[in-house]
């Protein structure tokens, strides 16, 4: 029958998590707790060089003085960080040439989550680097990368392989003491992907990298670090899924982002998270520190899709450093049932004529509270920066929540910062009107949302934007309403 | 096709409408006439299956089964087409895409695969053509911008896409200049065929120049209190309703 918000309320909490199953694959895994050994164990275990254990116990070190923060509009349990285990791999490291040569099971849990790695998306030009708990089991498309000079692998790789690039850059953009969780990334990441794009070269394909978090009880720590030389350009995606558990997990990301001169970096990443259970139990805890720096007319444009976690803090950020520089964010986040989603970005206008655009588009129903948070900063010498920010919120129900914090810091007279925000609700009238032409409220309503969502849609590559749309429809099956 | 049955209807716990009878067959068309307030949309809503509304008392039987626990896209799914008095704006949701969804919907309703791309675009093409309407306008987000003709016109193309059995027309009429509603009334007799009927509200005779119906209805307080053929519209043009409130209870 036609739509009530009662209704579909209920529809909603039947809806299980999609994604809701766990790989079973061996693996080696510390004990639980965090201390000086095993950030030092940790990195042994990793066969690091010293200075990448000095750099880790001096991100120890500073975290051990800090604190939590308190300011986003999130409530939580804090996690016990004594309580986590630091290092997981899977005890099988095989190194692939073709894709039957992967453990089926993995493959098996790639097609549940409907972004398989089939040879379709490898026909199509996608490399696949997949981070599963930690550490890479899996790199394709190697070769033709190499041929142009770029280096796309694991960061543990690059620590061995390319010391003088992760030397250079590591923490120059995030470092280790900006805050509680990226110092607590910096002394105890295990992986994530290093890329390096020379000068001049225009990456051939989209790179990719999908994480997901395996292991009972494991933090997972990605560091990501990007580098596009001069005049060069890359897409980079990252999409990820994870099991469905009991306990809370934490994820505490660090992507560095380096756009030097004329360099252009695209950043999408499609986020799916376990959100928790409907009673608001369980799910992964998403704290993430996500910043670009663009030198002289380089560009970086973020893009994210966000649906999971059960707590998402994250700003992805662009320091508009050179001048005529470009800063873009563009996302999407869909909170339900007791998720908390406190995102934004802060784009920091720091050379002459620098550009930003923030567009945000929030999504709420069931109990979940979903916030903006963002920062225009125009700094003194920042001549003729401009900003433009849009925040729309989409409201299913009446026990969400959204929320807009646009702060706004100008010390240079000639900016022009625009700043608009909308707030609506489905109606009842919009789901009739689709039910009359034959559509029923679940599809209606993820028609809707997808055009609500659509500017920022468009934003991602083609491919990607499929599976976020698709992605956006599962939530939506019940999970929004 | 439809047989409307002492139908008592209410909203937010008033009765809007107060017993309609009203017997529609294949090939039919039925004008609906009344003053502001007298219960037409309510009827046409209640029709198309709105929740909102409370059948109270009676019965709707379509093609004969009984429509009380049939939900307003299985109604549609069986040929009933509601043209909205006030169409609904959906941003981002363009023309085009609605269709597609509305149709593919339709179809899966119907155990039939999805309409191949060829078979869409060409019956968007046709269906466009036969209602005058620019490619570009079907690319725009649906009702969005739209001026009121834009919007009267939409639905008549929705029609035409879906070939629904049964219409329902709430004052489409309005807002159209007279070439557009000459455009709107082709689409409608173009749709027309012994198998189909159509229900046509409105408040203006002019339609029904173009639209010929079999019989006109005029509603008022949430009943039928009067029942004729073409010649009691015109009679209604001159008159008004005041004589009819007057008048007993047909
Ligand atoms: N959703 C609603 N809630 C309360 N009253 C309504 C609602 N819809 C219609 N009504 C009332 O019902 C009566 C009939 O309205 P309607 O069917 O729209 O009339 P018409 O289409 O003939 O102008 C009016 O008095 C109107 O105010
Ligand atoms: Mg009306």
């Given at each position: ?13 039947t ?16 004990p ?8 030092i ?12 254990t000095?750099?880790?116990?001096e ?15 999130i409530?939580y349990?804090?996690p ?6 630091y290092?997981?791999?899977?005890n099988?490291?095989?190194k ?6 992967v ?8 097609k ?9 998306k ?10 599963m708990d ?11 990368l ?15 392989e390319?010391?003088?690039?992760v ?6 953009i995030?470092?280790p003491?900006?805050?509680f969780?990226?110092?607590l990334n910096?002394a105890?990441?295990t992986?994530?992907?290093f890329c390096?794009?020379?000068k001049g070269?225009r ?5 990719s ?25 890359v897409?980079?995606l ?9 306990e809370n997990?934490?994820?505490?990301a ?6 030097l ?19 608001g139990?369980?799910?992964v ?8 720096m663009?030198?002289r007319n380089?560009?970086?444009s ?10 998402t803090w994250?700003?992805?950020?662009c320091?508009?450093k ?8 563009y996302s ?7 998720q908390?989603a ?12 620098t550009?930003?655009t ?21 700094n ?12 729309d ?7 969400c ?7 706004i810091e ?10 608009e925000a ?8 919009q ?6 032409r ?7 309503i ?24 698709k ?5 939506l ?5 | ?9 209410r ?6 409408l107060k017993?309609?009878n009203?017997?529609v067959?294949?090939?039919?068309v039925?004008?609906i ?10 009827l ?10 409370e ?6 039987l ?13 109604r ?9 008095q006030y ?12 269709m ?9 309703a ?10 869409m ?14 490619r570009?306008?079907?690319?725009r987000?649906?009702n ?16 035409a896409?879906?070939?629904p059995?049964?219409?329902i ?5 309005s ?5 557009a509603?000459?455009i709107v009334?082709n ?5 027309k065929?012994k ?45 008004g309703?005041d ?8």
């Open positions: 029958m036609a739509y009530t918000e009662e209704e579909l309320k209920k529809e909603l909490e809806k299980e998590y999609e994604y809701g199953f766990y790989t079973d694959i061996e693996s080696d895994t510390f639980k707790g965090l201390s000086e050994e095993v950030v164990a940790l990195s042994k275990k990793k066969e690091e060089p010293e200075w990448m000095l750099w880790r116990l991100a120890f070190k500073g975290w051990k003085e800090m604190t939590e923060p308190e300011w986003a509009n409530h349990k804090k016990d960080f004594q309580d986590i285990s290092y997981s791999a899977p099988k490291k095989p692939y040439e073709s894709l039957d040569q453990d089926p099971e993995l493959l098996d849990t790639f549940k989550l409907g972004i398989s790695l089939d040879e379709q490898i026909l199509a030009g996608v490399a696949v680097d997949i981070v930690s550490v890479s089991v899996a790199t394709t498309f190697k070769k033709t190499a041929e142009k000079g770029i280096i796309f692998c694991p960061i543990s790789e690059a620590i061995k390319h010391p003088e690039l030397k250079k850059y590591i923490g120059s995030v470092p003491k900006d805050n969780y990226a110092a910096s105890v990441f992986d994530g992907s390096y794009i020379p070269v990456c051939p394909m989209e790179l990298t999908y994480f997901r978090i395996n292991q009972a009880g494991t933090g997972q720590f990605e560091r990501t670090l990007v580098i596009a030389d001069e005049g060069s350009y897409s980079y990252e999409g990820c899924t994870a099991p469905s558990r009991d997990q934490l994820h505490a660090v992507v560095e982002l380096i756009a001169d004329d360099a252009e970096i695209k950043y999408s990443t499609v986020q799916n998270w376990y959100p928790g259970n409907k009673e139990k369980g799910g805890y998403n704290f993430v520190t996500k910043r670009g663009c030198e380089a560009k970086i973020w893009t994210q899709v966000e649906t999971g976690s059960a707590i994250k700003y992805p950020s320091i508009l050179g001048d005529n520089s470009i800063g873009e964010f999407i986040a869909v909170t339900n049932n007791f908390q406190d995102t934004g970005t802060k784009m920091i206008h720091l050379g002459k004529n550009k930003s923030i567009i945000s588009k929030g999504i709420s129903a069931g109990k979940s509270q979903n916030s903006y948070r963002g920062l225009v900063q125009v003194s010498r920042a001549e003729n920066a401009r900003n433009f920010s849009q925040c919120s989409l409201l299913m129900g009446n026990e929540g959204a929320h807009t914090f646009p702060y100008v010390k240079n007279k000639s900016a022009q910062i625009e700043h909308t707030t609506s609700k489905i109606g009842e009238d789901i009739f009107y689709c039910n009359q034959g559509i029923d409220t679940e599809k209606a993820a028609l809707i949302v997808n055009g609500f969502s659509k500017e920022v849609l468009n934003k991602l590559p083609m491919e990607f934007a499929v599976e976020a749309q992605l956006l429809e599962i939530s099956e019940g999970s929004v309403g | 096709m439809l047989k409307i049955k002492d139908l008592h209807a909203v937010d716990g008033k009765e809007i017993g309609v009203l017997e067959k294949p090939g039919e039925h004008a006439m009344g003053p502001n307030g007298s219960g037409k949309s309510t046409a809503s209640v029709i198309a299956g709105k929740e909102e509304f059948m109270t008392k009676g019965t709707i379509y093609e004969g089964e009984d429509l009380d626990e049939v939900s307003p896209e299985e549609a799914h069986k040929g009933i087409f509601l043209s909205f169409p609904v704006e959906i941003p981002g949701v363009s023309v085009t895409n609605f597609k969804t509305a149709i593919n919907e339709s179809r899966k119907r155990g039939q695969e999805d309409m191949p791309a060829n078979e675009l060409k019956l968007i093409r046709e269906k466009s053509e036969l209602l005058d309407i620019d570009k306008f079907l690319s987000s649906l969005e911008g739209f001026s009121g003709g834009e919007k009267k016109r939409n639905e008549i193309f929705q029609m896409m879906l070939e059995k049964l219409a027309l709430d004052e489409t009429d807002g159209l200049d007279i070439d509603l000459r009334a689409g409608v007799n173009k749709l065929s198998k189909n009927a159509v229900i046509l509200i409105t408040h203006y005779q002019r339609l029904l120049e173009y639209i010929i119906p079999d019989f006109v209805h005029v509603i008022h307080d949430g009943k039928i209190v009067k029942s004729g053929t073409k010649e009691l519209a015109l009679e209604l043009e001159e008159k309703y004589w009819l409130k007057k008048e007993p209870v047909a």
